[in-house]
């Protein structure tokens, strides 16, 4: 099951870069056609309209959940590693803040994606930021290179999320910092969407208990823990999902009806902030 949940994730958001390479609308989430809705999406979760149109079109999916970057404090000279960097889009708001001196490091498991970072490094001419091919829960980096871990919605589709926060203690550097968006849970879900890889692509199967979540990042030697905010899932954006109706209609479930609500008003997007 482990390994079948990753390689659906990481086929699906490749399906989502060909779809934003080719201009198509993407049919794998609601929030996520780049040609519309990502600018939206982003201006609502904390990315201002000089940020959101600074990065290179077509790096901005509208698959994130918050701004992590702005959360840490960043700066000239530093290295940043940005956890499941998707198309670029966090890395390149880093990009002029660490400076020709500094670097910023994409990891992506999509092979998609990874192209279409590439390509829009070339559009925005970023001599700071690469992006490698690497899984998140065992990272292809060196012991103690980053001032910064950032990571924005991805550590959720992990079923190994401990692994996940070892490996950023593992890289960071004494006193470094690791600040993140993602959606965890208030409660647990029913059991028929926690074992959906529908639900589970669709970033709520993955989930788990914020407190849980936190357990994590204590385990992994982190401190000084913080939830910076804290927001309920926009209950719109559940019901629009195709995921979600397809897991919905499979187990002839309602989205409209109070359990549907009762669900979505479970599942909240969380920023929060550690220090190594």
């Known amino acids: ?151 924005n919605c991805v550590i959720n589709l992990s079923l190994n999320k401990g692994d996940v926060f070892k490996e950023a203690y593992r890289v960071l550097k004494n006193e470094g910092s690791l600040t993140i968006s993602d959606i965890v849970l208030k409660k647990e879900l029913p059991a028929f969407i926690k074992n959906s890889l529908s639900g589970h692509i669709a970033c709520v199967s993955g989930a788990e208990k914020v407190e849980d979540y936190l357990q994590y990042l204590n385990d992994a030697g982190f401190k000084d823990i913080k939830i910076e905010s804290k927001a309920e899932f926009p209950i719109e954006l559940m019901l629009a999902d195709p995921q979600v109706m397809k897991l919905a209609n499979e187990m002839n479930f309602k989205l409209d009806s109070e359990e549907a609500k009762d669900i979505v008003s479970s599942v909240v997007s969380i920023s929060l902030s550690a220090k190594k």
Not at 59 to 87: F, Q, R, W
Not at 134 to 151: Q, R
Request: hydrophobic residues 35%; contains cysteine; glycine residues 12%.
């Open 1 to 151: 099951m482990e390994k079948s949940v990753k390689e659906s994730v990481v086929e699906s958001y490749g399906k989502l870069a060909k779809s934003t390479k080719k201009g198509l609308t993407s049919k794998l989430f609601a929030c996520c056609d780049p040609n519309e809705n990502a600018y939206e999406v982003g201006k609502t979760i904390g990315y201002s309209e000089e940020i959101l149109n600074a990065v290179p079109k077509g790096s901005n999916l509208g698959v994130g959940c918050g701004n992590p970057s702005a959360l840490a404090d960043i700066h000239k000279g530093e290295t940043v590693i940005d956890l499941g960097s998707g198309a670029g889009f966090d890395a390149f708001i880093v990009s002029p803040i660490v400076g020709s001196n500094g670097k910023v490091i994409g990891v992506d498991l999509s092979d998609e994606m990874l192209e279409l970072a590439k390509e829009n490094v070339e559009k925005g001419n970023y001599s700071n930021v690469d992006f490698i091919k690497g899984d998140i829960e065992k990272l292809p980096l060196d012991n103690n290179i980053a001032e910064h871990v950032v990571s």
